[in-house]
């Protein structure tokens, strides 16, 4: 099992800056690719960016060139760099695991295994 703890979330104004960062426990990451996702109330979780275990990356379209996801194997975190935020950012937003092994990035939710609590943020116009 591994367990991810987001955080990093906030009010920030449109035009501004955020981390966000998942901490993994019980099981080093390194060897998975691992996936942010959003999902706004009665709406579908969305797929916003994703890292292979190799550090080959992919975006959503609504986030590509505001954002960089990337990870430190040492700390078995992944990090989401979010910029020039919008107030269409504004939802809750989840990391997420996929333990298998030998694929390719996923925008699928269905296979990503463990998941994390989430992050909420807020971006003000």
């Known amino acids: 099992q591994v367990q991810l703890v987001e955080s990093g979330g906030g009010l920030v104004q449109a035009g501004e800056s955020l981390r966000l960062s998942c901490v993994a426990s019980g099981r080093a990451t390194s060897t998975y690719n691992m996936g942010w996702f959003r999902q706004a109330p009665g709406k579908e979780r969305e797929f916003v960016a994703g890292i292979s275990w190799i550090g080959i990356t992919l975006y959503a379209d609504s986030v590509k060139g505001r954002s960089t996801i990337s990870r430190d194997n040492a700390k078995n975190t992944v990090y989401l760099q979010m910029n020039s935020l919008k107030p269409g950012d504004t939802t809750v937003y989840y990391c997420?695991?996929?333990?298998?092994?030998?694929?390719?990035?996923?925008?699928?939710?269905?296979?990503?295994?463990?998941w994390g609590q989430g992050t909420q943020v807020t971006v003000s116009s």
């Open positions: 997420a695991a996929d333990l298998r092994r030998g694929v390719g990035v996923s925008t699928n939710t269905a296979v990503y295994d463990q």
